[in-house]
């Protein structure tokens, strides 16, 4: 009775594993392409530039696309985008891709498409999308968001291709080091520890002091 209870357990424990491994080995072969801020977080001081990448993963026969990105323009402002650099998704020649650009203050919108006529391959794996350099404006944190309505892949025949909902970033702005130097953090008991040890000596001293002469007046 064990031994069936015992060989039952085992079919149970190899079927489980099977389903598991062939779900898990279905799941990588279908990995949607996914567009997404690189750093997902990220601090800047006050007044100082900070550059993001917005990158794709997993796409296939890659031929456009469009970037729609929000931003609290009060604390970050936009001082340069580029879709050129090493990982780049673009076509080396700027002959052969086209660019709109209809960004504004706190949105980053922005097209891209290849020109076929020139015979350009597609763009197949993982790559950068678009280089962002901001400045900040003003303490605080604001999200770098993907607008999912516009924030689009295309392939060769302009059509749509699917992909997973597109993922955020987040930059921090910072309070500025002090003019005229760089700020330190500082433990502040540690500083004072000697100093504080020497009164508590000298303050030690004097009561014993005292104390001796108050027992010799008393002799």
Known sequence: MKRRIICAALVFVLSFSAIVFMGTQRLEAEDMPVVYVDPPSSAVSL?????????VANVTD???????????GSILEVMEKSVTGPGQVVPSDTDDYVITDMSVSGAVKLGVVFIGAHGVPSFNGSG???WV?????MVGNTTLHLDTSWTELYDKNAQEIPMDPPVDGVVSVLSSPPVGGIWIPVDKFSLLAPY???ASTIILAVSISVAYIKYRKKQ
């Open 47 to 55: 007044g100082k530039n900070t550059t993001i990448t917005i990158k």
């Open 62 to 72: 890659l031929y456009g696309y469009d970037i729609w990105m929000t931003y609290n």
């Open 128 to 130: 950068i999308l678009l």
């Open 133 to 137: 350099t901001f400045k900040g404006k």
């Open 196 to 198: 504080i040890a020497l």
